[in-house]
């Protein structure tokens, strides 16, 4: 039965429940599924969201930012009224049958918001839309799966401990329920399941476990909201079975997804674990997307593309046999390439699923090409296949156009350029290609462009660019011959192999090749960028997502050219400035001592987001499939935050300085910031040639290690918060303190998504993006040192 517990000067009767210990095992049950549907909901939407926005890994940032602060917003703002709530656990249970019936609507609406918005299949979204698209559609999910972390702290001290320990053993039991739903996710749900199966199954479950969680004797439901609440849950548990057993979630998914592809006819749609493929068919021609972003077409392809793409390399080297292709080949490329007397042709996809949907729905192009005996097929990572490649290269040519993602600008960095190098004969040719416009360069174009070329030149000695009207093409080599070679030897190769072409004939090959088209690029790099694209600097990406933003979303073009001026040293000054009015203020007479554990706690949720971001970051950069590992990267920490949690929950009695214990938590944290760069930059050379499951355990050790952290911190914070005070008081307090310090978390994690993943990491890179996080914790340990002297001194 419900206790009679004292708020303030009030006695509140607390309705009656059963006996403590079934009571208690039911709530429990409904703890570790609120764990279980958040982590779930989360990666669920996450990956839709990354479809959405073509598979920019920098959005996981934002959209991870708005789940946070709108997870925030509920424990904080939406979670302390039960303080004021009668029927408290009727709230809870109302609370999650609204969570519940939000997420499948969410996927839907998640998948048709481009057609809302009124952008065409292909058309991309600036930054701007891609921060308000996902707060609106994480809304409703988010921020009631956040109230219910304070709705379930409050609800559960009245059954145990009225302290910290009952925060801490809910911030565990939530945990573990992330733990579990981040395994069931990975291994089975999203293997098996599409994503409005998985939302409706949660629904289902989330619904279920409400009306388990008010299962008494219908006759003993003595008032009308609980039996009201218990009538409801058996609703949406029957609608959603319903849905399950009959076409209703299938129905929900085929609609959606033919919104979001109209006016085209999606003829395929699968999830794999590289991302998302899909392909259109309009008035018989055929267009395959990658994540969003078209790939390639059939049976007509881009002529322009798929020549000039493909013949300018070949004709610059003078005995071109062995040809390495990276992804985009089929669909005419391939086809192109086969033209010269080449030997061998080594075509490397990354993802299987979409060389299955080539196949599926092929053309006389795509058969031919994919069939000669030339062409050697390799479902591969292309980096991870040039580490392991004996052979050596005439040619090496990458199909895409556009660093735009960390997967694509992994072909982009002065790594990959090293590498492709020392797999290349004397005389090979590297060729890239670049986003361009022989009429004018905007600033983002321009530092795109140039952060490239000095990164070519880092590694070759010999770099030459083809300028174009929509993509520039760049060709390095060791060889001087690449530079020496003019319109009359291409002209003369191109007629000695007998090329037969639709466009780049002589006199277009003489247009290509006119130096002012050279001396007009040159021009126009003037003033550009001198720094380089790297693995764990990806200033490509920032530079691709600048350009993408300011043709999609100008309002923030200035925003975007002054982020890529961030240095580590201005952050660092104001951090300092910003610690010092602090002190400040706190020294003349201002008491902010009740502001440093809050202070703490949200740097440590800036740390943690930072350590989950570098981890993926870091993951997409070395092997190049995130899009599944997000779960398992994700569970890695979780797992870490539950193990810290119970610890520490288990050893606060024990404690006898409690402040004392929490500075040296910080000061692992600053530590843990400092060694995190090092060991990912002194391995990645290792981690980056290899699949082997035991370096893959490494970012599964890094991510648990940064969880335990995080979880090690929160139950200590919330019972330094709570002190000094009387049993009473505490109790009164503690929904406030739980909702404000989880709020305080979440808030950093919010500011880390929003700046980590958009701005420090690709500009700041690996190294001092985490150097960021140990200035921030060595200025959380002087605010509560220094207040915490003024203290005992004032004492």
């Not at 972003?293 to 070949?314: N, Q, S």
């Not at 040719?429 to 361009?436: D, E, H, K, T, V």
Request: charged content about 15%; some cysteine.
């Amino acid at each position: 039965m419900w206790q009679t517990a004292r708020v303030g000067s009030a006695i509140t009767p607390y309705l009656e429940y059963g006996n403590s210990a079934s009571s208690r095992l039911r709530f429990l049950v409904a703890i570790l599924t609120m764990g279980m549907s958040g982590i779930v909901a989360q990666i669920l939407l996450l990956r839709e969201l990354l479809i959405t926005f073509f598979g920019n890994e920098l959005s996981i940032g934002v959209i991870l930012a708005n789940w946070l602060v709108l997870e925030a917003a509920g424990a904080f703002f939406l979670g302390k009224t039960i303080e004021r709530v009668r029927s408290k656990l009727e709230a809870f249970v109302w609370l999650t049958l609204l969570f519940s019936a939000s997420l499948p609507a969410a996927v839907y609406f998640t998948r048709t918001w481009r057609d809302i918005l009124g952008a065409v299949p292909g058309e991309g979204l600036g930054f701007l839309p891609m921060v308000y698209s996902s707060f609106v559609i994480l809304l409703p999910v988010s921020l009631s799966h956040g109230a219910l972390f304070t709705f379930c702290c409050k609800i559960f001290a009245l059954h145990s401990e009225h302290d910290a320990r009952s925060i801490g053993k809910v911030y565990f039991y939530e945990t573990l329920g992330t733990v579990a739903g981040g395994i069931a996710l990975t291994s089975l749900l999203a293997r098996s399941f599409h994503s409005m199966q998985i939302a409706g199954g949660l629904a289902l479950l989330n619904a279920s476990v409400c009306a388990y969680v008010l299962s008494v004797p219908f006759r003993e439901l003595r008032n009308v909201p609980r039996r009201v609440s218990w009538v409801a849950a058996l609703l949406l548990s029957g609608v959603c079975l319903l849905f399950v057993l009959g076409p209703g979630w299938e129905t929900l998914d085929r609609l959606s997804i033919e919104r979001q592809w109209r006016p085209q006819r999606v003829v395929h749609y699968r999830n794999s674990i590289y991302g998302n493929v899909a392909v259109t068919e309009a008035d018989g021609q055929y267009t395959f997307f990658s994540d969003g972003i078209p790939l390639m077409a059939t049976p007509t392809p881009d002529i322009a593309f798929v020549e000039e793409t493909g013949h300018f390399p070949m004709l610059f080297h003078p005995n071109p046999r062995q040809v390495l292709v990276i992804s985009g080949g089929a669909g005419g490329l391939l086809s192109e390439i086969l033209k010269h007397p080449v030997e061998r042709v080594d075509y490397v996809e990354l993802d299987p699923a979409m060389i299955e949907a080539v196949k599926a729905f092929s053309a006389p192009l795509t058969q031919t090409e994919l069939s000669d005996p030339r062409v050697r097929l390799h479902h591969a990572d292309g980096r991870f296949f040039l580490q392991r490649s004996p052979g050596r290269y005439d040619v090496v040519l990458v199909g895409l156009s556009n660093p735009q993602d960390l997967q694509t600008n992994r072909l982009f960095t002065v790594e990959f350029f090293s590498l492709a190098l020392s797999r290349m004969t004397e005389d090979g040719i590297l060729s890239i290609g670049l986003p361009g416009s022989l009429t004018y360069l905007s600033e983002e174009l321009r530092e795109l462009n140039a952060c490239t070329l000095n990164s070519l030149r880092k590694v070759y000695p010999s770099v030459r660019v083809i300028p174009g009207d929509s993509r520039n093409q760049f060709l390095a080599s060791l060889s001087p011959e690449l530079l020496s070679a003019g319109e009359k030897e291409l002209r003369a190769r191109l007629e000695e192999r007998r090329v037969n072409v639709r466009l780049l004939g002589p006199e277009y090959i003489n247009y290509r090749l006119d130096s002012r088209w050279l001396g007009w690029f040159r021009e126009s790099l003037e003033g550009g960028t001198e720094k380089l694209n790297e693995d764990f600097r990806p200033l490509g990406v920032f530079y691709s997502l600048s350009y993408w933003n300011a043709t999609f979303s100008p309002a923030t073009q200035k925003v975007f050219a002054r982020l890529e001026r961030i240095e580590l040293k201005w952050v660092s000054i104001v951090l300092g400035s910003l610690l010092g009015l602090s002190l400040l203020l706190h020294f003349t007479g201002r008491d902010l001592s009740r502001l440093g554990i809050p202070l703490a706690i949200a740097s440590t949720g800036f740390g943690g987001m930072i350590f989950d971001l570098t981890l993926i970051f870091a993951f997409q950069a070395l092997y190049g499939y995130v899009f599944y590992w997000l779960a398992v990267l994700v569970t890695a920490f979780t797992v870490g935050t539950a193990v810290g949690s119970l610890g520490m929950t288990s050893a606060m009695g024990r404690i006898k300085d409690d402040v004392s214990q929490f500075l040296r938590i910080e000061v692992g944290i600053g530590l843990f910031s400092l060694a995190l760069p090092l060991i990912l930059l002194g391995l990645s050379p290792h981690l980056g040639s290899s699949v082997a499951p035991a370096l893959q355990a490494l970012f599964l050790g890094l991510s648990a290690m940064s969880g335990l952290l995080v979880g090690i911190e929160f139950p200590l914070a919330n019972k330094i918060q709570l002190r000094p005070s009387t049993s009473g008081k505490q109790s009164e307090n503690l929904s406030r303190t739980a909702g404000m310090l989880y709020g305080s978390d979440l808030l950093g994690g919010w500011l880390a998504g929003m700046l980590g993943g958009v701005v420090m990491l690709p500009v700041l890179g690996l190294l001092n993006t985490c150097l960021v996080v140990a200035v921030l914790k060595a200025s959380s340990v002087v605010f509560i040192v220094a207040s915490r002297r003024a203290g005992l001194r004032a004492g």
